[in-house]
């Protein structure tokens, strides 16, 4: 069974940073591209970030550009979000999912984890 376990959310201050994990069942890893997604209270779940099955190429939204680093290690089949100079709005649920091979920035990945929550004070 592929399950995708998300971890490193928690209460920041505004400014600060946080680096999200999702560790992988090390089967699907290799061949699928991960994807960071996002839901606010009352909000629709959007995409964050993306990063292909290769590793070679990475897409993020226009409201984290420049602050956000999607990242992927093979060895530990885990990909990783860096956020930097976190903003109240940046407050969500953050998920990690996994589709073959492509990013998309809609909500078709076949895998979903939990989520983890990540809440920035002002």
């Known amino acids: 069974q592929v399950q995708l376990v998300e971890s490193g959310g928690g209460l920041v201050q505004a400014g600060g940073s946080l680096r999200l994990s999702c560790a992988t069942s090390?089967?699907?890893?290799?061949?699928?591209?991960m994807g960071w997604f996002r839901q606010a209270p009352g909000k629709e779940r959007e995409f964050v970030a993306g990063i292909t099955w290769t590793g070679g190429t990475t897409y993020y939204a226009d409201s984290v550009k420049g602050r956000a680093t999607i990242s992927r290690d093979s060895a530990k089949a885990t990909a990783y979000l860096q956020m930097n100079s976190l903003k109240p709005e940046d407050t969500a649920v953050y998920y990690c999912?996994?589709?073959?091979?492509?990013?998309?920035?809609?909500?078709?990945?076949?895998?979903w984890g939990q989520g983890t929550q990540v809440t920035v004070s002002s």
């Open positions: 999912a996994a589709r073959y091979k492509w990013v998309v920035t809609s909500l078709d990945y076949a895998y």
């Open positions: 090390g089967r699907i890893f290799s061949n699928y591209a």
